[in-house]
């Protein structure tokens, strides 16, 4: 029962850090990554359509993207989607494809996007211990119960402690990743 209990809080605290990754993939660090471009939505046929799913999207060098639709008629519907998304990034439209060139990060932005990297790992923290906590709460209700004896119980508390203790120093990690590569010009 208990061992169940702890496989459960590790899998949500598993899932906040893939979470945590996931969501700093999307913050831009001066480098052209194609995941910066997952949030863009394209007006294909009266659908809102994921960007990656009507153009071939990559990477030609470090500093830009190149995206070629799959069909040249969607290529004004992209051209929207990329100004109004919240990258910053100009389209160039040759008629055939769209490339975008990613600008040099100023100080200034570094540090918003370091603000915003710090919000976000904070809100991972927080899902890791909401994870714990709902563990010790599950714990105190079948001692409560008295399913299990109070030694066991104990010791369910401090194992899932020290997966939460674990599970931070992995996102505190994560974090100081992302923050150097945000700062590294």
Not at 107 to 124: C, P
């Amino acid at each position: 029962m208990l061992g169940d209990l702890k496989q459960r809080t590790q899998d949500k605290m598993e899932k906040s850090l893939q979470a945590l990754n996931n969501e700093l993939k999307k913050i831009r660090t001066g480098r052209a990554q194609v995941s910066m471009l997952d949030n863009i939505r394209v007006n294909y046929y009266g659908q809102l359509s994921p960007l990656s799913q009507v153009a071939a999207i990559s990477c030609p060098d470090a500093k830009s993207f190149l995206i070629a639709p799959w069909e040249a008629s969607i290529l004004k519907e992209i051209e929207q989607a990329i100004v109004k998304s919240d990258l910053g990034l100009a389209p160039m439209n040759d008629g055939k494809v769209i490339r975008l060139k990613v600008p040099d990060l100023t100080e200034e932005r570094r540090k918003d996007l370091v603000k915003q990297t710090k919000k976000i790992v904070e809100e991972a923290r927080v899902a890791v211990r909401m994870a714990r906590r709902d563990a010790n709460e599950e714990v105190k209700k079948v001692l409560k119960d008295k399913a299990v004896s109070e030694d066991e119980a104990k010791r369910s508390e401090a194992d899932v402690q020290k997966m939460t203790d674990d599970y931070i120093k992995k996102v505190d990690a994560v974090s100081d990743e992302k923050e150097k590569s945000i700062m590294t010009i």
